[in-house]
Every structure is written in C-alpha cells, then in structure tokens.
C-alpha cells in the first residue's frame, strides 16, 4: 500500500500511480497487476485510447471503483476554440469509457485551449465542477510552465492541485522556477518519466554511478533486491534516502539538462545551458 498526499482540494492522492499508455492489453493485463500490487492509482489519458480498460483492469484485480484513484486527461481532437458544450462533450466520452467521474482530470498539455485561451478552457471545467458533470473531480494540469500556471492562477475560483511534468535529476535545473511556482500555489509536482536517467539518457550520465552504489546498499540493509530503478523511485518521492544521499543525487542531476519528452517546455521557458550527454 502507497501513502497518500493531500492535496490543495482537501481530496487525497495515492503517491504512486501506475500509467496506462501502451496499448489496451497492457493496460489491462499490467493495470490489473499493478492494482494487486497494491498501487491503487491509474493514470490514463484520452490520448492514450486505454480509458475503456481502467474499468475492466480494476474488475480483474478484484477491485471496487472506490479502492482506486482514477486519473485522466483532456486531450485537442480539433483544431478550432473548445466552448463549454464542445469541453462537456470530451468529458462525457472519458466519463462513459471510465464508467464513473475521475478523481481526477488534467489538461494534458498548454496547448490543448487554444493561445491565449487557457484561462477561458478552465472556467469551462470549473463549470463542469459546478453542475455536476465532473462531482467531486479535482482539477490539475500537466506540462504546464510558469506562464501557463500563471494563466490560470489569474482566473482559478478552483486550483488546479497537481501539475504533471516530467520529473528526475536532470531536469532539476530547468525546473527550478516551475517548482517555484507551484509552491507559491500549493500546487502538487507530479512526476512522470521518473526513471530516464537509467532508461533514456544515452550512458546514464553522472546519477548512475550514485544509483548503483546506493541500489547495492540498501540491498544489503534490507535484504530485499533494490535495483538502480528503485532508487530513483526513492528520490522522486524522497522516501528512504539520507538526506545526503538525495543531496548527493541532486547535484550530480543538475550537471546535465536531458528531457525525454521535449515538445511541450521549452517554448518560452529556455532550457539551461547544460550539456545533455555526459
Ligand atoms: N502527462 C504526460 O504528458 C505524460 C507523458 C509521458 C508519460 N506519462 C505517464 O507516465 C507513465 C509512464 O510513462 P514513461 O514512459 O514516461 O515512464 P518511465 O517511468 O520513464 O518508464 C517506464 C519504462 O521504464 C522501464 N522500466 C521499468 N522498470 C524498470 C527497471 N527496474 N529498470 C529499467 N527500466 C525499467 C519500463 O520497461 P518495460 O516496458 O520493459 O517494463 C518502461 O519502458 C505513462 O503511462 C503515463 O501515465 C505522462
């Protein structure tokens, strides 16, 4: 079992969620077991064509809807301004594919609404808050930079209580004003692409070294196989770690600038200038 966050709504969130991207048979094959595993959080997206399967893997784990924390997000089927009918109706396809409102529902990316229209696209789903399509839904965001926050900010009656951003050492640097600004909002950093380091970057760069010899380590304190994987999970929800080690961890990360998923964060936000491939 994962420990829950609180966040800005009153609402609490599973720390650790199991992403659905990936086809429809892993989403339910693999969601179901990640479910038994005790990770009782999915994190699905219109885009990723695998909400239908959220029902289905919670059944097949056994599951009710209200054990798991369900997460999902607004993708742009078109290319003209998204009105409130048109945002009511996207919804109401996630709604009628998950089979219940989720915990909650993200705007998966700043370019969604269309420029200069994020602060209209959330008042239409603060309405749908309101009325009752979304009961009980919190409200987040995800790929969002500084501006992009700050344009809601300006308009929020409901915050936004996550934004999910690519999160691991080396876009610490890059991050920096973001995270500012989420703590100013109380605006929850949630992570995806957490093991890039090790499974992206081209030689794992100045972090691997510290995760191996940490992995070996805590192997041999607990008893229990802990891989270089597992201790970046242990950084990103700084659990387990000495505070020197994620000490340790951080400024090793932030010799590099090495994003994974790149099309969204650097307009009008620069990247450092940081090498990427050390
Ligand atoms: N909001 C967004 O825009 C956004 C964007 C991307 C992702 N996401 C979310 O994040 C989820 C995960 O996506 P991701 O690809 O970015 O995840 P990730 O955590 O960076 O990587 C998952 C990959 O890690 C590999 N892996 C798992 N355990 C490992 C280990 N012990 N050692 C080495 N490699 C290991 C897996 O390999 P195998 O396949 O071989 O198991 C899988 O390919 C998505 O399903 C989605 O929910 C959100």
Known sequence: MTRSITLSDGT????LAWGNMGGKEKALSAGAAALKAGILHIDS???????????????AAGLKREDVYVTTKLWKFQETTI?????????KRSLDALESIPNLLLIHNPYIPEKGKLGEFWGHLETLVADGTLKGCSLGVSNFRPVDIEAVMAVAKIKPVVNQVEFHP??????????KTHSQHSIV????????????????GPV????????KKLSA??????????????????RDLTPEEIEEIDQAGRKVHF???????????????LPSDV
């Open 12 to 15: 609490k969130i599973p720390s």
């Open 45 to 59: 997206a219109q885009i990723y064509g695998t909400e239908a399967e959220v029902p289905g893997a919670i059944k």
């Open 83 to 91: 009105g409130l009918e048109e945002i009511r109706a996207s919804v």
């Open 170 to 179: 080396y876009v610490l640097a890059h991050l920096d004003p973001l995270i």
């Open 189 to 204: 950093t949630q992570g995806y692409a957490s093991l890039a380091p090790i499974h992206r970057h081209p030689t794992g």
């Open 208 to 215: 691997k070294p510290i995760l191996t010899r940490l992995a």
């Open 221 to 238: 304190e607990s008893g229990v196989d802990v891989d270089e994987a597992g201790v970046l999970i242990l950084w990103t929800k700084v």
């Open 259 to 273: 994003r994974h998923w790149t099309e969204h964060m650097t307009n009008e936000f620069p990247d450092p200038d």
